[in-house]
């Protein structure tokens, strides 16, 4: 399978702040897809971005699939925002591979 | 529309014991997935369904685990007899179908927090 490599592993914000995660892959992938896992556990889907950009409120997210990277781009953090943030991607018909995700803490 | 419904969503046991989990795909979803997440880490693939077909068990350790989609809609994991590593939360998720593109977009239920003890 692919290694998916994430960064920072941590983050810690002041409220109001903005900030950038990035997500490698070891290989080409045909889907790629960010989420949030909130303090309860549950994944939410952020993004299905195999390429190109997407926004979605203070949300936004790019991948560059040529070189095996994408990144996504929180701005005016608020508390709410806090929780792991995990970047997915599968090649071919292969399984989805998670990164091992960046834990974000947002504090007011 | 409803998500991913998982049950139960806790679950404590003693080492050796059996377990099962269930899970209900998004109406419509031909494709269902079960992961295990140890604490810490990304979920990783157990087994993938097609319909009712398994599509990929490879990472399913087989001797204790087992899963079955018999009429193609909901699905139950099953671990016997359950280890201390174990110990994990289980997540369900499902896509529309094998096919490329946002069709294979997957979502992901609330997740069992099992407890091996």
């Known amino acids: 399978g692919i290694q998916v490599e994430q960064s920072p592993p941590d983050l810690i914000l002041q409220e109001g702040a903005n900030s950038t995660l990035r997500c490698n892959f070891s290989?080409?992938?045909?889907?790629l897809q960010w989420f949030h896992q909130n303090p309860w556990g549950q994944l939410i889907n952020l993004f299905y971005i195999p390429s190109g950009t997407k926004q979605n409120g203070r949300l936004s997210a790019t991948t560059v699939a040529t070189e095996r990277y994408s990144l996504l781009y929180i701005s005016s953090s608020q508390t709410t925002d806090s929780g792991v943030y995990f970047c997915?991607?599968?090649?071919?018909?292969?399984?989805?591979?998670f990164g091992t995700g960046t834990r974000l803490t947002v504090i007011p | 529309e409803a998500g991913v419904a998982q049950s139960p969503r806790y679950k404590i046991i003693e080492k050796r014991q059996s377990v099962a989990f269930w899970c209900n795909p998004i109406s419509g979803h031909a494709t269902l997935y079960w992961y295990q997440q140890i604490l810490g880490q990304g979920p990783k693939l157990l087994i993938q369904?097609?319909?009712?077909?398994?599509?990929?068990d490879s990472q399913l350790p087989k001797d204790r685990f087992s899963a079955e989609r018999l009429k193609g809609v909901d699905s139950t994991l099953k671990i016997q007899p359950a280890k201390l590593e174990d110990s994990a939360v289980y997540l369900c998720a499902s896509s529309l179908d094998l096919r490329g593109g946002v069709y294979n977009e997957q979502f992901f239920g609330p997740g069992t927090r099992l407890t091996v003890l």
């Open positions: 290989d080409s992938v045909n889907n």
């Open positions: 369904f097609q319909n009712n077909g398994v599509v990929d």
């Open positions: 997915a991607g599968k090649t071919g018909a292969n399984n989805l591979f």
